[in-house]
């Protein structure tokens, strides 16, 4: 177990900005119940995960709005998903860029969609750059107030192995109800 530790707290961080390059949810949990048993530093933890979650929001707007071609067919089996991502761009402007941090699984859409407008891409830079740093604080500090509380049902996830793939499965059904629901309309 002391190896574990002592590996997170040396590799943590890099595990963290790249899982962050992609959206990092549950890593920037992880980092803050970390920071609270003493493993990580939180501060740096969010930073991290901050400037990872703008790296990555930026490379796909790039990506979609300079390379077109090679996203065609990742495009083509997301169809509904990206027609959600256009009504939420309609619906709430430039504020979706704020909210888009928060709703996973349209989080890495929702970038590749506007990056296929004629959005600016300086402005697109500069309320990404406020919408990272507002994700970062909250799940960081979220996650670090709550690290008590992550830590103790990790032990009891430890004690009971088959509530974790229970709780998987029930998040991940309620995930795929949701946006099937969603993307009917």
Do not use: C
């Not at 300079?66 to 504020?95: C, D, E, Q, T, V």
């Not at 970038?111 to 959005?119: D, V």
């Not at 697109?124 to 690290?147: D, H, P, R």
């Amino acid at each position: 177990m002391q190896e574990l530790l002592t590996s997170i707290s040396t590799y943590g961080y890099i595990f963290l900005f790249f899982y962050s390059l992609g959206g990092g949810f549950f890593a920037i949990v992880a980092a803050g119940a970390l920071s609270y048993a003493g493993k990580m530093d939180l501060g740096v933890s969010m930073i991290v995960a901050g400037v990872a979650n703008y790296l990555g929001d930026m490379l796909l707007f790039y990506l979609a709005r300079y390379n077109k071609k090679p996203l065609l067919p990742y495009m083509k089996s997301h169809r509904r998903k990206f027609a959600l991502s256009h009504i939420l761009i309609k619906k709430y402007g430039s504020f979706i860029i704020f909210i888009q941090k928060f709703i996973y699984g349209v989080k890495t859409l929702v970038p590749i969609a506007i990056g296929l407008t004629k959005y600016s891409f300086f402005k697109f830079g500069v309320l990404n750059v406020f919408a990272s740093i507002i994700w970062a604080l909250f799940f960081g500090l979220l996650s670090y107030k709550g690290g008590e509380y992550i830590i103790n049902l990790f032990g009891k996830l430890k004690d009971n192995p088959w509530i974790a793939p229970l709780i998987l499965v029930t998040v991940l059904s309620l995930f795929w109800i949701y946006l099937t629901k969603a993307t009917k309309k």
